[in-house]
């Protein structure tokens, strides 16, 4: 039997097994069936994911990224669940960034962006308080501009939930954040609550390589300590792969960057926070998101998103393989 070190981490709940090969030494190749036992709840460690602590040089994609970024030394390669390669994980990139810090990779120093590869390309992170801000990237809506000016390109029908107009389904945005995400809004927190993830949700058109569905319900705005208008999105999200997770750090960008749009559409302003007048009817820049494992913050800056959130290791050890 193989033995292989771990460390168990999570970023609001969103939890993973790390995997140090920062020297290329993993004594096991990351194949599918490793990745499902380790990741097992019964028969394993138990995890959302599992992400592995990789040299951009040794990665196809990582080298891609160090074209631009020679800085970026250190990929962080993530696997669902079920063995499937993601492009992305919110939550991972926060959790990676604090088991960098802890093997004694990466010293993150006030106002440094340290950057990083993955398979959605740059991602840079710095250390704010106990939290981590990561730049995501650039959003968009993958939709034809019709569809996106409708709010709407999609459909999703949930367990548990009734549809509008006598349908089943409901319609729903996509949103790619390096990942695919549909979000479909609801009426209330009882709503939410009543929905039944343990089935996947039916999505048309069917996305030719899956989607990550959020299910959100908007919430009230708050007028944060600096004086800037704050939106506050409650979701709950059914990870392609996975299942229903606690957490989603690019769900979590998606159902605030749908609410933020579908507020726009509707009138409420199209302008952005800027501090300038926050008792003013605007669309806010700066949301926050409550899911399941806790809340992390959304911020965008044009076509930009930062996601900032906790990441806590809790345990490390040795597990055998089979």
């Not at 709940?13 to 036992?37: H, M």
């Not at 959302?48 to 990224?65: C, K, L, N, P, Q």
């Not at 959790?95 to 962006?113: I, K, N, S």
């Not at 939106?231 to 769900?251: D, K, L």
Request: proline share 6%.
């Amino acid at each position: 039997m193989t033995s292989l070190d771990f460390t168990k981490g999570h970023g609001t709940q969103n939890d993973f097994v790390l995997l140090d090969d920062s020297d290329g030494t993993l004594p096991v190749e990351l194949s599918d069936d490793v990745v499902r036992f380790l990741a097992d709840r019964r028969a394993g460690l138990g995890a959302d994911g599992v992400i592995r602590v990789v040299r951009s040089i040794e990665v196809e994609e990582g080298r891609s990224v160090l074209e631009s970024e020679p800085g970026a030394t250190w990929f962080m390669d993530y696997r669902n669940a079920d063995g499937s390669i993601a492009q992305m994980c919110g939550n991972g990139v926060r959790v990676f960034a604090a088991y960098l810090e802890q093997l004694g990779l990466v010293t993150f120093v006030p106002g440094v962006r340290v950057p990083i590869g993955t398979r959605a390309g740059l991602r840079t992170i710095e250390k704010i308080g106990e939290w981590f801000r990561v730049g995501m990237g650039e959003y968009s809506f993958p939709a034809p501009a019709e569809q996106v000016a409708l709010g709407a390109d999609s459909s999703v029908a949930i367990r548990g939930l009734s549809g509008i107009g006598g349908s089943d389904a409901r319609p729903a945005l996509s949103v790619d954040m390096g990942n695919p995400h549909t979000v479909v809004a609801l009426a209330s927190l009882e709503d939410l609550a009543g929905i039944d993830f343990t089935a996947p949700p039916a999505v048309e058109p069917v996305p030719p390589h899956g989607t990550n569905v959020e299910a959100v319900v908007p919430g009230p705005q708050i007028i944060d300590d600096r004086g800037h208008l704050t939106g506050h999105v409650t979701m709950r999200v059914h990870e392609r792969g996975v299942g229903e997770t606690r957490s989603c750090g690019t769900g979590a960008c998606a159902a605030a960057l749908a609410v933020r749009h579908w507020m726009t559409l509707a009138g409420v302003g199209a302008g952005v926070d800027d501090g300038r007048d926050a008792g003013a009817s605007s669309v806010p820049d700066a949301w926050l998101v409550d899911v399941p494992g806790g809340t992390v913050k959304v911020e965008v800056e044009g076509r930009n998103v930062y996601l900032s959130g906790p990441a806590v290791l809790v345990a490390a050890g040795q597990v055998e393989l089979p």
